[in-house]
């Protein structure tokens, strides 16, 4: 969780959405991303699935044995994804400032292990106290705040 | 659906898998996409996912007026970005050579039109004939073919 920390302050730093999420097989890195809404215009581009991107083409044998962790609770794009590719394991720094389709998730036979680490929930409360419009888009919400 | 399809055809041309995709917001074509597995090395960028991140960063109220048009039934990735942004119309070329994430789609109120669209279906059978490996893996199967 320490390296999809690191991943979300990298964001930050780079004036992006603090969320960052790494794919771990046997005990080794495979995969590190961040969220690049802002940095690269993206609308795809979540932690997870830079994180996913970053992999490279994977065998569904792979995928099978990682454990993907996120700083924040997986949005229905990540969830799917997570399916698609039959990733087991799911380790989830908060869900408390964002719920994602966790149900789904685990109604599906997805292991969830949610920390509610208190980095990660400052990271986002501070965010989106301060970036409520881009957070809202994010998550595909109407700008009202 | 032809635009779609002529996005299909592209990434053909391309030595990629036929799957093509675009977004229409009021009668307009706002992005247009198709799968990039092996044109790019991309674990995320099937044709719907491509045709969102080409239409870029969008507000939630045109996503909510938008249609997706998509060849092949869409995955759980792609089902799942559908929900995320809150596209409401989805028209499928075919679902017989791969029957996506329909159900979870229409559960969640998305309204769904099925083609059949024979050209569709002709593109799908070939290249998965021609190449099952490939398309295992883009659909997070074994190869076992």
Redesign the interface.
């Known amino acids: 969780m320490q390296a999809a920390i690191d991943e979300a302050n990298k964001g930050l730093d780079e004036g992006g959405i603090p969320i960052g999420s790494v794919i771990v097989h046997k005990g080794r890195i495979i995969g590190r991303g961040h969220n690049r ?1 802002v940095q690269q ?4 581009l979540h932690g997870e ?1 830079d994180a ?2 970053n ?7 792979v ?1 099978a044995e990682a454990t993907l962790y996120t700083t924040l609770s997986p ?7 997570i ?4 990733i087991r394991q799911v380790v989830i720094g908060e869900n408390r400032t964002f719920l994602g ?1 966790e149900a ?1 998730l685990a109604n599906r036979g997805v292991q969830l292990q949610v920390l509610n680490d208190h980095r990660c929930v400052t990271l986002m409360e501070q965010f989106i106290s301060a970036n409520p419009v881009l957070w ?2 994010d ?5 009202q705040a």
């Open positions: 809404r215009g993206s609308a795809i699935m996913l991107e992999a490279g083409r994977q065998p569904a044998s995928y949005c229905a794009m990540c969830s799917g994804a399916l698609l590719y039959g389709e789904l809202n888009e998550i595909g919400e109407e700008p």
